[in-house]
């Protein structure tokens, strides 16, 4: 397992799912983590299972639409602990339905958050980096990011988004010790899928386990996994990638 003993990890949409797992995934690994998030019960429960865990953190409510929160939450990791070494960009919300159904209201606030998050995170989150020498971000993609899929036009249309942000950006900072990768997960075992892809139940969970090769969905702990390796420094020479953590599925 990588040793993050003495690094900062900053993680926004910490409080459930995949961000949560990757929390106490860091934390485990000896990181000093920042929960963000908007709910501050849930980002406290976080904080309380880093603890658990035997590691250190502290939660700033955050939302990723408002640059301002960013900032603050970078700032306050910067002061609390003397520098960021890692950050991992997960906020993020689904919108599932016909394209036809889209409006401007819902389009504007998937890419608010899903998009907008992502820049304006990574806009606070390098600076800091760059102050401490470099470092490591992870963007959280999807399998939506990669192909077409029926049914989540403006999700997948975010998630391409962040597909070529996390390129441009670890372009931009290759030579300056900063690695920019993202992880594009297929199905995994949170609220969001079950949300997603069985909106008004006409979605199986049946139907969801068999889009997989590997013959199931999977879980957290897998995708906080990949990230970890990719924060790490057996990762040194990888960046501007996205490693699917998908039970196989854009290998069909």
């Known amino acids: 397992m990588n040793n993050l003993k003495g690094k900062v990890a900053l993680i926004t949409g910490g409080t459930s799912g995949i961000g949560r797992e990757t929390a106490v995934t860091l934390a485990k690994a000896g990181a000093q983590v920042v929960v963000t998030g908007r709910r501050e019960k849930e980002g406290q429960e976080t904080v309380g299972l880093i603890e658990a865990a035997g590691g250190e953190g502290f939660y700033v409510q955050t939302d990723v639409k408002n640059e301002s929160d960013i900032k603050r939450a970078v700032e306050e990791a910067v002061s609390r602990y003397g520098k960021l070494d890692i950050a991992i960009n997960n906020a993020a919300i689904e919108l599932s339905g016909p394209i036809l159904d889209t409006t401007h209201e819902s389009f504007e606030t998937l890419f608010n958050i899903n998009v907008w998050g992502v820049i304006a995170s990574l806009k606070h989150e390098i600076p800091a980096l760059l102050q401490n020498g470099g470092g490591s971000i992870v963007n959280i993609s999807s399998v939506a990011g990669r192909r077409?899929?029926?049914?989540?036009?403006?999700?997948?249309?975010?998630?391409?988004?962040?597909?070529?942000?996390?390129?441009?950006?670890?372009?931009?900072?290759?030579?300056?010790?900063?690695?920019?990768?993202?992880?594009?997960?297929?199905?995994?075992?949170?609220?969001?899928?079950?949300?997603?892809?069985?909106?008004?139940?006409?979605?199986?969970?049946?139907?969801?386990?068999?889009?997989?090769?590997?013959?199931?969905?999977?879980?957290?702990?897998?995708?906080?996994?990949?990230?970890?390796?990719?924060?790490?420094?057996?990762?040194?020479?990888?960046?501007?990638?996205?490693?699917?953590?998908?039970?196989?599925?854009?290998?069909?």
């Open 148 to 252: 077409g899929m029926a049914g989540l036009s403006v999700y997948a249309a975010s998630k391409h988004a962040v597909e070529g942000l996390t390129k441009a950006a670890a372009l931009e900072f290759a030579r300056e010790g900063v690695r920019i990768n993202a992880v594009a997960p297929a199905v995994i075992d949170t609220d969001m899928p079950d949300r997603a892809l069985g909106k008004k139940g006409e979605v199986s969970r049946d139907q969801i386990t068999a889009l997989h090769p590997i013959g199931r969905s999977g879980k957290p702990y897998e995708v906080a996994n990949a990230i970890l390796w990719l924060v790490g420094d057996e990762s040194s020479f990888v960046t501007g990638q996205s490693l699917g953590v998908d039970g196989g599925w854009m290998a069909q």
